[in-house]
T-cell receptor
Framework: KNEVEQSPQNLTAQEGEFITINCSYSVGISALHWLQQHPGGGIVSLFMLSSGKKKHGRLIATINIQEKHSSLHITASHPRDSAVYICAVHKNNDMRFGAGTRLTVKP | GAGVSQSPSNKVTEKGKDVELRCDPISGHTALYWYRQSLGQGLEFLIYFQGNSAPDKSGLPSDRFSAERTGESVSTLTIQRTQQEDSAVYLC?????????????FGSGTRLTVV
């Protein structure tokens, strides 16, 4: 079993829909990151969380340390949000990555 | 610089040759990470540098892989006697500190193809 599990693996949505991507982990962590990888491979760090909730524009990330679970929400989704979203947990010196969620937002 | 710079952006090499990949982190970022992403696979940790401390090499897949970083500056990842399974995108990231409690900035990666 992977230490970091994401769901769903693939997600197709219509423009304007509310999106939720989930991440569960099984190890003790010092921080959790949500990353966005666009076609072409560039990776952008969206959020770094150690507790609670963060919001940036239409993106919201939450984490429940007790339940070892985090969610990434996208409100009013747009085709430009289409990308792979990766959950990564920071354990000791390295990060463990989820397999990613491929999001496609159709106009 | 303003971001994490990696070079070359693409490298095609023959099996058995050595390659050297370069990462120039954001100035002042003490932590530097190397990852790789094989085709269709997730990201895989390779090595971590923090300041002048001994690097964490626990992710290096074999002794053909090595990396160096002088102080808090440029890092080079060297792959000796490349094999086809080494083909991947090699990503570098830097951060202000350790433990993941600072944001990461990723470079755009080096796409390595071993033929």
């Amino acid at each position: 079993k992977n230490e970091v599990e994401q769901s769903p693996q693939n997600l197709t949505a219509q423009e304007g829909e509310f999106i939720t991507i989930n991440c569960s982990y099984s190890v003790g962590i010092s921080a959790l990151h949500w990353l966005q990888q666009h076609p072409g491979g560039g990776i952008v760090s969206l959020f770094m969380l150690s507790s609670g909730k963060k919001k940036h524009g239409r993106l919201i990330a939450t984490i429940n340390i007790q339940e070892k679970h985090s969610s990434l929400h996208i409100t009013a989704s747009h085709p430009r949000d289409s990308a792979v979203y990766i959950c990564a947990v920071h354990k000791n010196n390295d990060m463990r990555f989820g397999a990613g969620t491929r999001l496609t937002v159709k106009p | 610089g303003a971001g994490v710079s990696q070079s070359p952006s693409n490298k095609v090499t023959e099996k058995g040759k050595d390659v050297e990949l370069r990462c120039d982190p954001i100035s002042g970022h003490t932590a530097l990470y190397w990852y790789r992403q094989s085709l269709g696979q997730g990201l895989e940790f390779l090595i971590y540098f923090q300041g002048n401390s001994a690097p964490d090499k626990s992710g290096l897949p074999s002794d053909r892989f090595s990396a160096e970083r002088t102080g808090e500056s440029v890092s080079t990842l060297t792959i000796q006697r490349t094999q086809q399974e080494d083909s991947a995108v090699y990503l570098c990231a830097s951060s202000l500190g350790r433990d993941g409690n600072y944001g990461y900035t990723f470079g755009s990666g080096t796409r390595l193809t071993v033929v």
